[in-house]
């Protein structure tokens, strides 16, 4: 088996990480009892590109259960494990390509290693494999039955490929999920991101003024959070729709413009490019901390901030200090990658377990509907939607009420007023 990861003897702490997560993972878990017994993924080769972390590696663990052989890579260079990519490796002997901190050339060979495993379903979070396979590797798409895509970002590409006519092959997008989006998006990004920023400063939330710049899904949830915790929020759009119901969540709205002025804290979410530019650096605070949470590591403008910058030193661990011409500190967190990946653990696995059901369930059904599908990007069907909702509560202890066959015949019928 080839592999590619830092260093195995780390493997044995990852083992116990993972069986951490596993816990939490209740819905997953579910899932993979039946893949164990129905072997749905029976002879698909299958290459995901991936966070390598704790929860991954319980998907790992399950798509292989049912039936699949399994490569994994990495989807960002500073989001891996290494204690779980080793014990993916010894424990699991999952083919495993990924290393925290590796270089972009490093990064893009293990995509390559990945798809030289020839798949025949793609796993991607970001669309990397699905871009790679269309720009470099043409002659495997004929192999491919189909992929599903994690994130917004992802969707977002995707979505423009199908548009353009130039998608091979059908993509179930995973984010459209409501048991992925509205909780993954939110309630993951939201704690993890804070997370990642309070190990990586260990500053005080309380008393600062928090500017985060997007506000959706993953935005609605640092805002969230970070007001909970006593900071002043203040919420940068472009979109008129969010940029009110932001205002009416009771968040301040201005242009970053305006808020790089007085933000003490930046967080980017936003999936667009140069939110923070360098005009905005030029008038920060002294020491002020920027970073992201969003897909990719373009949302801050970096090569504007080195330009502007005399001097640059790492300080703590993901935390580099610029000293612009004037004198002036900024505090970059993370190289400007997700910063809940890079200085946490990500999302907590209790909420990784609805996103991972989703990625499960998405491959069996690409694999049961391949002949059916079309080369287009799909949504998660509602009634797999419902159905990980529904296990999620089963799980939580919770139980709900069911319509009686009175409302059911009131809420679809017309002819009953007042
Ligand atoms: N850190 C993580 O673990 C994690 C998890 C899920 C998603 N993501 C990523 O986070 C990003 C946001 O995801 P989402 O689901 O919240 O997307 P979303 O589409 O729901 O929200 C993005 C928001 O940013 C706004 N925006 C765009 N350009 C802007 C600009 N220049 N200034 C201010 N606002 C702007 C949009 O109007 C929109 O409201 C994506 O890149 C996604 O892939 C990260």
Redesign the pocket.
Known sequence: MNYDVANLSLAEKGKLRIEWAERNMPVLRLIKKRFAKEKPLQGVRLSACLHITTETANLAATLKAGGAEVTLCASNPLSTQDDVAASLVKHQQIATFAIKGEDRETYYSHIKAALDARPMITMDDGADLVSELHSKRKNQIPEIIGGTEE????IIRLKAMAEKKVLKFPVIAV?DAMTK?LF??RY??GQ??IDGILRATNMLMAGSVVVV???????RGVAIRAKGMGAHVIV????PL?ALEAVMDGYQIMP?ADAAKIGDLFVT????IH?IHGEHFKVMKEGAIVCN????NVEIDIPALEKLSKRKRTVRDFVEEYTLNDGKRIHLLGEGR?I??ASAE??PAMVMDMSFANQSLGAEFIKKNAKKLEKKVYSIPMDIDKEIARLKLISMGIKVDQLTKEQAKYLASWEMGT
Do not use: A, I, K, Q
């Open positions: 994130t917004t970002t992802g984010n989006h993954d998006n993951g990004t993890s991101t710049s997007g506000y959706g899904w993953c935005g940068t759009e472009v979109d969010r970053m979410l936003t999936g667009d939110v949470s969003g897909h990719f997700l809940n990946l990500g999302h």
